[in-house]
């Protein structure tokens, strides 16, 4: 596509910038989150941001897993989100699909990095996944991706995990 119809397509959808945000409880719905993306992005050749958010307790641990001494150039979030089994499923379906992204890694409060990322990059769209609910539950998607969907600064598109 030329860069003019490229312009024209992201001047009619509005979309730039796509912020897929994951974390270690994704990972069995990480190849619906990556089609979800690229069904997005796609269309609207839009850069996707993979921001994978630790907690704090999961960082360490997942460090540690990786055998990174904690003063490494390979203990940083960035890095550890790389090399985190969700972040490349996701990224291997997103080369694939010749989605252009890049991947970041955040170490806090999911929701507070999520939106905190979002506003960093300039997201005009966020997708968030989560988990099928019991019936008194689903009329609340669940803490993070709730607090999300109300604070983020740009559009949220909540990924329903279809496996029961």
Known sequence: MSME??????????????????DTADEERAERLA???????????????????FTDEEFDEIRSKLDVAAESEASTPDAVAERHTTTRTI????????????????????????????EAVDADRVLVGGR???PTGKAVFGSIAQEVILTSPSPVTFVRDDTR
Not at 8 to 20: A, C, D, H, S, V
Not at 35 to 53: Q, R, S
Not at 98 to 117: L, M, S
């Open 5 to 22: 119809a490229s312009q024209k397509r992201t001047e009619q959808t509005g979309i730039e910038t796509i912020l897929l945000a994951v």
């Open 35 to 53: 089609e979800e993306t690229i069904d997005v992005a796609g269309p609207t050749e839009a850069e996707v941001v993979l921001v994978h958010v």
């Open 91 to 118: 990224s291997k379906a997103l080369s694939a699909a010749d989605v252009p992204h890049t991947i970041r890694g955040a170490v806090g409060d999911h929701a507070d990095e999520i939106v905190d990322t979002a």
């Open 132 to 134: 099928n609910r019991s």
